[in-house]
């Protein structure tokens, strides 16, 4: 009697959770029996569905995403904001003309040759130098150099600083008289030396249309003073100076240049010779406010080389 009571309330707590959770269970009947474990219902699987009839539209409908804000486009930066560029190094916008990359030489450079790209001061003058070790004197037999230099300078002319901070470099282009050479005016010096002698091309750009400038190679770097670049560089010194002397005074004896500038203020000349400079005796070029020897109206300070 006490286990069919007992029996009973087990089956009857089990029926009563059954109908509290929606779940159909099967209870078994008789001495011994225990209860199915309870098993969901064909027509029960919405979570919280009610126990009887069919499933609403509500439980089988998908929950809508929450809304999203809508996006605004950024502002425009005002005029005048400087932009910082994502990768460091790189210069957003334009690339003021004085620092153009050197532009390589024209013609290739000799088998077994260095390239050589010189300190640009300021950004604006750069040197590219291509040997094949010209060094001295070259060959001890003949005198001349055993391999081939070639030398490319750029630069933009610069008024003389009024007031000149201590330890600065002076600008490698000065422009004493600017109405006739402006100042941001290009130049551009090339030298080739090897066996055969050594070839000086000067190139300028931004002068004044249609005038005749002299030009020459001289001795000495250019300076506040005109005069700081010394003298023109003859291959034979004439003992006596100034030198007025035919016989040395001469254009072949001296590298001379002279050129007239074109309706764009452009203008090109060349000098070839059998020899070359003296080490360290060529080191500028300057610009004469006429052909021959007139006023200085500007100077280039170009780092020539000799044997």
Same mark, same amino acid.
């Given at each position: 009697?006490?286990?069919?009571?007992?029996?009973?309330?087990? =089956?009857?707590?089990?029926?009563? /959770?059954?109908?509290?959770?929606? &779940?159909?269970?099967?209870?078994?009947?008789?001495?011994?029996?225990?209860?199915?474990?309870?098993?969901?219902?064909?027509?029960?699987?919405?979570?919280?569905?009610?126990?009887?009839?069919?499933?609403?539209?509500?439980?089988?409908?998908?929950? =809508?995403?929450? %809304?999203?804000?809508?996006?605004?486009?950024?502002?425009?930066?005002?005029?005048?904001?400087?932009?910082?560029? /994502?990768? &460091?190094?790189?210069?957003?916008?334009?690339?003021? /003309?004085?620092?153009?990359?050197?532009?390589?030489?024209?013609?290739?450079?000799?088998?077994?040759?260095? =390239?050589?790209?010189?300190?640009?001061?300021?950004?604006?003058?750069?040197?590219?130098?291509?040997?094949?070790?010209?060094?001295?004197?070259?060959d001890p037999a003949t005198g001349t150099p055993t391999g081939a230099y070639q030398l490319l300078f750029d630069s933009r002319f610069a008024v003389v600083p009024k007031a000149l901070v201590p330890g600065a470099d002076l600008p490698k282009a000065l422009t004493y008289k600017p109405a006739l050479v402006p100042a941001g005016?290009?130049?551009?010096?090339?030298?080739?030396?090897?066996?055969?002698?050594?070839?000086?091309?000067?190139?300028?750009?931004?002068? $004044?249309?249609?005038?005749?400038?002299?030009?020459?190679?001289?001795?000495?770097?250019?300076?506040?003073?005109?005069?700081? /670049?010394?003298? #023109?560089?003859? #291959?034979? $010194?004439?003992?006596?100076?100034?030198?007025?002397?035919?016989?040395?005074?001469?254009?072949?004896?001296?590298?001379?240049?002279? @050129?007239?500038?074109?309706?764009?203020?452009?203008?090109? %000349?060349?000098?070839?010779?059998?020899?070359? @400079?003296?080490?360290?005796?060529?080191?500028?070029?300057?610009?004469?406010?006429?052909?021959?020897?007139?006023?200085? =109206?500007?100077?280039?300070?170009?780092? @020539?080389?000799?044997?």
């Amino acid at each position: 009697m006490v286990s069919g009571r007992v029996a009973g309330a087990v =089956a009857a707590a089990v029926l009563a /959770a059954a109908g509290a959770s929606g &779940q159909a269970v099967a209870v078994p009947t008789g001495p011994g029996a225990r209860p199915e474990p309870p098993r969901p219902s064909a027509d029960r699987e919405a979570v919280g569905a009610p126990a009887h009839g069919p499933l609403p539209a509500s439980y089988l409908r998908p929950a =809508a995403p929450p %809304a999203r804000p809508a996006l605004r486009p950024l502002p425009r930066p005002a005029a005048g904001t400087t932009v910082r560029p /994502a990768v &460091q190094g790189v210069r957003a916008g334009t690339a003021p /003309a004085d620092t153009d990359p050197v532009t390589p030489l024209a013609e290739p450079a000799p088998a077994g040759s260095t =390239a050589v790209l010189a300190e640009r001061p300021g950004g604006r003058p750069g040197t590219l130098a291509l040997g094949t070790g010209l060094t001295g004197m070259g060959d001890p037999a003949t005198g001349t150099p055993t391999g081939a230099y070639q030398l490319l300078f750029d630069s933009r002319f610069a008024v003389v600083p009024k007031a000149l901070v201590p330890g600065a470099d002076l600008p490698k282009a000065l422009t004493y008289k600017p109405a006739l050479v402006p100042a941001g005016a290009g130049v551009r010096v090339e030298q080739r030396t090897d066996g055969d002698g050594t070839r000086v091309t000067l190139r300028v750009s931004g002068l $004044k249309a249609g005038h005749r400038y002299g030009a020459h190679v001289h001795t000495g770097v250019c300076g506040t003073d005109p005069a700081a /670049a010394g003298e #023109h560089y003859q #291959h034979e $010194k004439d003992p006596v100076r100034p030198s007025t002397d035919p016989a040395y005074a001469n254009a072949r004896n001296e590298v001379r240049l002279d @050129f007239t500038a074109d309706a764009r203020g452009d203008g090109t %000349a060349s000098a070839t010779h059998a020899w070359g @400079f003296r080490p360290g005796g060529a080191r500028s070029i300057v610009l004469h406010e006429a052909a021959g020897a007139a006023g200085r =109206a500007a100077c280039v300070s170009v780092p @020539f080389r000799g044997w």
